[in-house]
């Protein structure tokens, strides 16, 4: 099993930027893949960006293509979602997920308001 634990959410006015993280602990060694996703009151969860854990490669959705950054330090065994340029648009609670093969394990969240 793996476990995440987010933190890093808060409040933050249009336009400003906030770094989320999400830290892993047990079977990390056998994480493939880590990804943000994202929870709007009233909507459905959508994926946000995803990095796989040993390469690197990263994927964003397309509305914060150029505002969020995923980034991952396998040392500490910790992502990163780092996020400029917010709208209240985004405005919603963000989860990470950790892939191993075709088991998922989820974060709690961690909300995230932007102010207009």
């Known amino acids: 099993q793996v476990q995440l634990v987010e933190s890093g959410g808060g409040l933050v006015q249009a336009g400003g930027s906030l770094r989320l993280a999400c830290a892993a602990s047990?079977?990390?060694?056998?994480?493939?893949?880590m990804s943000w996703f994202r929870q709007a009151p009233g909507k459905e969860r959508e994926f946000v960006a995803s990095i796989t854990w040993n390469s690197g490669v990263t994927d964003y959705a397309d509305s914060v293509k150029g505002r969020f950054t995923i980034s991952r330090d396998n040392a500490k065994n910790t992502g990163y979602l780092q996020m400029n340029s917010l709208k209240p648009e985004d405005t919603a609670v963000f989860y990470c997920?950790?892939?191993?093969?075709?088991?998922?394990?989820w974060g709690q969240g961690t909300q995230v308001t932007v102010s207009s």
């Open positions: 047990g079977r990390t060694s056998s994480i493939y893949k």
């Open positions: 997920a950790a892939s191993l093969g075709i088991l998922s394990y």
